[in-house]
Each structure stands twice: as structure tokens, then as C-alpha cells.
């Protein structure tokens, strides 16, 4: 019970996002205007951030081994191509992908515990989330459950994270705090300081499953959550806004949000991702654009 | 204090002055910029440049708008392809309607009546082929086998087009490219007239993007649409330097674009077209359908 009250205490008290202040802030970093060998190198560098995801109810191991081997050579027509971070899939499908990624240096993320709702019994999250790990996924992307965090239960919702975080093992915690549905900036910033005060390794805006998605307020209040936790705990946390993101003007706004928040420490695929499918296919158009000198056209690339 | 023991006197002189009402103003006519015409609408250069043609201020397109162009005309291609040929059609007969009303317009610009006249002749001539040009082009193949083998002819895609300096030319390339369902990106060399036609297009039913027409240097943008991979065709008629002709049909050849040399300069395009000019820009697709015995 002390517990519960001190973590209510420190989420609330927690200073309040200056809504207006944030927004002029994001909106203000969307204006840069990055060129030549510098935008090359974002460009490559968001390749290697990309997620490469799809969680669709469609999805068959056919398809999902399809993007994996698309991950590991995005642009098979050019060797000095990066892979990507990571290709995320629903459970039942990391078996396939870990086939076609073993020993590539790409990571398998998979998302876990009633992904996208959250709303299952406990023991049915661990057990998804142990089998994700089991199958071979070496990321779990959790999703908080929403219902919890906005009735105040942050006990519950801190519990649940330290239950799957332990169910994880080895593999990295991705904490899913769907942004969208959370309402408030100040809700974003309570739910992330309570992720990473329950353990997450990298905390995430959206499931993608929902109207609003990723966007750069709401990126920024996470980046700031970060930096003020690793100032007071010493530990680093990674951030992965995803959903929405779709061209690669969108992707260097988000580096150079980045850079200007927290820090080159930040600008790295250990510590920050991209969740996108159809955003690859423009960094790769983008990409070849600079590297021949003429436009490209998606029919170059694999559509998915 | 009395008003007397200061030095306050009344300004108004005895006479007042003689009060004449203001000149009645003359209007200022609206001075047209004439803008560049992309998915449907008319923005000003993305570049933000602007050139003198006789005294009127035309957008210089960049390689930018080139690039917004062709975005815009491949999103309308599917569904312009994918209406009935009947419905083409219609849109082209719609266009002969309104450039015919707007016939003063371009004579006001020096386009002579004549060559308007032949223009909306034009359209309707290519709007009486728009369900025809199967049938004439196409064909069913006899084969050995139980099989019906047809040959149908579909649209190449997205077509840029050099056009040339006549206004009837620049008719005369713009619809038999679309026609058959593809869509252009438009280089036009008379930038005023090319941007009324514009407005006449935009009147006319056709969907936004399935024309757009880029004014400026064509020596500086068309490289831009020769090497672009997501052109299919690329149509030289306006290009009287053979030096560019030859790059561009280089650069072209990057994608293996579909590529129409240069005609006689000396084509002032008022004979019958024929079908070359429709047929340039078709694939033949071959269907074999069982017969089922």
C-alpha cells in the first residue's frame, strides 16, 4: 500500500507538460532543412532504426519470411545498403523469421501480452510473452494496459510490466504506451517514467491499432521523459515512436528532434527505432535518389 | 482663465478652402501570373521563380515540380485508365466543349482562330477514338488449341511529354497520350496559351492530374523526366536541339522508357494523325482464355 501511494505520489508529481510550449517546440525542429552528404547519412542511419513490421491478421510465414529476408538486404541492388534494426511480427510468427534471420545481426522483435488491447488475464500475457522468447524473438513489444493507467491503477500497470520483464529473460522489454488512447501529455510522461521505473528497456508510442499514432509532440515529452530518467537514475531507456511514419522527410524530422533533445547518444539503433513498413520503401527510393543522381520509382522496390 | 487671455485663436480661415472631390480612381486591371499546373491545381513554382513572356509573369518549373508532377500523374493513372473508354470519351468531347467557348481567349494570346478551330477538332476527333482504338488495334489471334487469343491494347502509363511550340501541337500530343488512359507530364513551350488550356482542363471534367503542364526550360527539367523510373514513356516532340534529343533518349534508356524521337520541325500538325500517335503509347497485352469444350 506505501508502495502504491509512493508511486502515485511521484507519477503526479511529476511537473506538468507545457502543452502549447511542446508543440511549438516539435513544430519548430520540423522545420530543418538537411542536404546533401548530411541527409545521406540520415538516411542510412533511419534505415538502420527501421522496425520492419507487419501485424496483420493476414500475415503467413511466407509473407513475413518475405520481409525478413527484405530486412536483411533492403536494396538488393546496392551492397552498401544498412540492414534495419529489426523486423517485428505477432507471435505465431517469429518462428519463421528467426529461420531467416540466425546470425544476421537483426534483431526479431515480437509483440506479446494481448497485443493490441492489452485486456487479458495476466498469466495469458506471460505466457504469450514466454513464448515469443521461446520461438526466438530477442525484443518483446508489450502493451501497457490502458484501462489500468487510466482508472490510476499504476500499481497494477507497474506490476504487470515487472511480471513480463521478468518473463522476458534476456530479450529487451518494449513498452507500448499508446499515446492515442492515453489523452494527455502529461499522461504520456507519467506512463513513461512508470515503464521505466517497472524495468522497460525502450518505450514505444503506439500499437499502430488506433487513429493517432506516433506523432512528434508526443515523441518529444518521451525523449525528455528519457534523458531526465537516465540525469536521475543513470540508466539509459530507448524510445521507438511508431505508426504514421511514412516518409523519409518525416524520419529526419524525428533525428533531428533527437539530436537536439537528448543527444547523439540517442542517435542509434540500440536506442532508438522506428516501428514502419511502407517508410522503408521510401528511405530505399530516397536513398537511390542520391546514389545515381536520378528519381527512383516504387516499382524498383518490393511493396508490402 | 479666459479663452481671450490666451493665445488661442480660431485656425479656421474666413474663406474656407475650396474642397475639390478626389479624382474617381481608375481600376487597376488584375495583373495573371501564369502558374504551373499540377495534379489539378495551379501552384507557382516550387522554386519560387518567375519569367517574363511578353510581359507576362510565367512560373519556371524546377526539377521539383517535374517530381510533384509525376507523383500527381501516377495517382491518377489507375483510376483514369480504369474508367471506360466510353467515359474518356466524354471527358475529351467535354474538353472540345469548353476550349470551343473559350476560343477568344487564346486569340487574345495570338493563337490564330484557325488553329484553335483545328485544336477542338482535334479533341473530337480523338474523342470519337477513345472506343474504337481496341477494336481497330487490338485483335483476336488464331491459335492452335483449344484457345481464344486476344490481343489488347493497354496504356503504357505515365508519359512525359516535350511539346511543341504550336498550340495545335501542343494539343496534338497531349491527346492521344491520353486518350488510352495514360496520363502526362507536360513541358509546354507557349507558356500562356499551355496554362489556358490548363484552366480549359481543369473545367472540363478531367480528373485532376491525369494532365499537368509545367512551363519553363525544357533543356532544364526534361533530363529530369527522362531519367525518372517512374516515367514509362518519354514523347520528344518539341525538341528541336538534336544534342538534348540525344541525351534525354540516353537517359531515358536508364529505365527502358518507351521513347518518341523528334518529328519534322517543319510539322505544324494540321494533317490527319493517324494512329501512330495513340498506338506509340499502348502495350499489347495477349490474353489465352480456354475454350472449355
Known amino acids: 500500500m506505501t508502495a502504491t501511494l509512493d508511486l502515485r505520489a511521484s507519477l503526479h508529481g511529476l511537473p506538468g507538460v507545457d502543452k502549447v510550449g511542446v508543440e511549438a517546440r516539435a513544430a519548430a525542429l520540423a522545420t530543418r532543412s538537411v542536404k546533401t552528404t548530411a541527409k545521406a547519412a540520415a538516411i542510412d542511419?533511419?534505415?538502420?532504426?527501421?522496425?520492419?513490421?507487419?501485424?496483420?491478421?493476414?500475415?503467413?510465414?511466407?509473407?513475413?519470411r518475405a520481409l525478413a529476408a527484405k530486412a536483411l538486404r533492403p536494396d538488393p541492388a546496392d551492397s552498401s545498403c544498412p540492414h534495419v534494426g529489426a523486423v517485428c511480427v505477432y507471435p505465431a510468427m517469429v518462428p519463421y523469421v528467426a529461420e531467416v534471420l540466425a546470425g544476421s545481426g537483426v534483431h526479431l522483435a515480437s509483440v506479446a501480452t494481448a497485443f493490441p488491447s492489452g485486456q487479458a488475464p495476466l498469466d495469458v500475457k506471460l505466457a504469450d510473452t514466454r513464448d515469443a522468447v521461446a520461438a526466438g524473438a530477442d525484443e518483446i513489444d508489450m502493451v501497457i494496459s490502458r484501462g489500468a493507467f487510466l482508472a490510476g491503477r499504476y500499481d497494477h500497470v507497474f506490476e504487470e510490466i515487472v511480471a513480463v520483464k521478468q518473463a522476458c529473460g534476456d530479450a529487451h522489454l518494449k513498452v507500448i504506451l499508446e499515446t492515442g488512447e492515453l489523452a494527455t501529455y502529461d499522461n504520456v510522461r507519467r506512463a513513461s517514467w512508470l515503464a521505466m521505473l517497472a524495468g522497460a528497456?525502450?518505450?514505444?508510442?503506439?500499437?499502430?491499432?488506433?487513429?493517432?499514432?506516433?506523432?512528434?509532440?508526443?515523441?518529444?515529452?518521451?525523449?525528455?521523459?528519457?534523458?531526465?530518467?537516465?540525469?536521475?537514475?543513470?540508466?539509459?531507456?530507448?524510445?521507438?515512436?511508431?505508426?504514421?511514419?511514412?516518409?523519409?522527410?518525416?524520419?529526419?524530422?524525428?533525428?533531428?528532434?533527437?539530436?537536439?533533445?537528448?543527444?547523439?547518444?540517442?542517435?542509434?539503433?540500440?536506442?532508438?527505432?522506428?516501428?514502419?513498413?511502407?517508410?522503408?520503401?521510401?528511405?530505399?527510393?530516397?536513398?537511390?535518389?542520391?546514389?545515381?543522381?536520378?528519381?527512383?520509382?516504387?516499382?524498383?522496390?518490393?511493396?508490402? | 482663465?479666459?479663452?481671450?487671455?490666451t493665445a488661442w485663436r480660431h485656425t479656421l480661415a474666413k474663406k474656407p478652402p475650396v474642397v475639390t472631390a478626389p479624382a474617381a480612381p481608375t481600376r487597376l486591371g488584375v495583373r495573371k501570373t501564369y502558374k504551373l499546373f499540377i495534379g489539378g491545381k495551379f501552384p507557382r513554382s516550387e522554386s519560387g521563380r518567375t519569367y517574363l513572356v511578353n510581359g507576362d509573369n510565367v512560373a519556371l518549373a524546377s526539377r521539383k515540380d517535374a517530381r510533384d508532377a509525376v507523383v500527381a500523374a501516377r495517382a491518377a493513372q489507375p483510376k483514369w485508365a480504369g474508367a471506360t473508354a466510353y467515359n474518356r470519351g466524354q471527358v475529351l468531347y467535354r474538353?472540345?466543349?469548353?476550349?470551343?467557348?473559350?476560343?477568344?481567349?487564346?486569340?487574345?494570346?495570338?493563337?490564330?482562330?484557325?488553329e484553335v478551330e483545328a485544336a477542338v477538332d482535334r479533341w473530337v476527333w480523338y474523342a470519337g477514338w477513345a472506343d474504337k482504338i481496341a477494336q481497330v488495334h487490338g485483335g483476336a489471334n488464331p491459335v492452335a488449341g483449344p484457345f481464344f487469343n486476344i490481343s489488347a491494347p493497354e496504356p503504357t502509363g505515365v508519359v512525359a511529354v516535350v511539346a511543341p511550340a504550336s498550340f495545335l501541337g501542343l494539343v496534338s500530343v497531349i491527346a492521344p497520350a491520353i486518350v488510352t488512359g495514360n496520363t502526362v507530364v507536360?513541358?509546354?513551350?507557349?507558356?500562356?496559351?499551355?496554362?489556358?488550356?490548363?484552366?480549359?482542363?481543369?473545367t472540363s471534367d478531367v480528373p485532376g492530374g491525369v494532365v499537368n503542364i509545367l512551363t519553363g526550360n525544357a533543356a532544364e527539367t526534361a533530363p529530369w523526366l527522362a531519367s525518372h523510373d517512374d516515367v514509362n514513356a518519354i514523347d520528344l516532340a518539341g525538341v528541336t536541339d538534336l544534342d538534348l534529343a540525344t541525351e534525354l533518349e540516353r537517359a531515358a534508356a536508364g529505365n527502358l522508357k518507351r521513347v518518341l524521337r523528334p518529328g519534322d520541325p517543319e510539322n505544324d500538325f494540321a494533317g490527319d494523325p493517324g494512329l501512330k500517335p495513340m498506338v506509340a503509347l499502348l502495350e499489347t497485352k495477349t490474353v489465352w482464355h480456354p475454350k472449355g469444350f
Open chain 1, 201 to 304: 528497456d525502450f518505450i514505444k508510442t503506439s500499437t499502430g491499432k488506433v487513429p493517432v499514432a506516433a506523432t512528434l509532440p508526443v515523441t518529444l515529452v518521451m525523449l525528455e521523459a528519457v534523458r531526465d530518467f537516465r540525469a536521475r537514475t543513470g540508466r539509459q531507456v530507448g524510445v521507438k515512436p511508431a505508426g504514421g511514419i511514412k516518409t523519409t522527410k518525416d524520419a529526419i524530422k524525428y533525428l533531428v528532434m533527437i539530436n537536439e533533445t537528448v543527444g547523439d547518444d540517442w542517435l542509434d539503433p540500440a536506442w532508438f527505432r522506428f516501428g514502419a513498413s511502407s517508410l522503408l520503401n521510401d528511405l530505399l527510393m530516397q536513398r537511390t535518389k542520391l546514389t545515381t543522381g536520378h528519381y527512383a520509382g516504387p516499382d524498383y522496390f518490393t511493396l508490402d
Open chain 2, 186 to 202: 507536360v513541358l509546354a513551350a507557349g507558356p500562356q496559351a499551355a496554362v489556358t488550356l490548363a484552366e480549359v482542363l481543369a
Open chain 1, 45 to 64: 542511419l533511419a534505415i538502420r532504426m527501421v522496425d520492419l513490421t507487419t501485424l496483420e491478421g493476414a500475415d503467413t510465414p511466407g509473407k513475413v
Open chain 2, 95 to 114: 474538353i472540345a466543349e469548353m476550349l470551343e467557348s473559350r476560343r477568344d481567349e487564346f486569340a487574345a494570346q495570338g493563337v490564330p482562330v484557325a
Open chain 2, 1 to 5: 482663465m479666459k479663452a481671450a487671455d
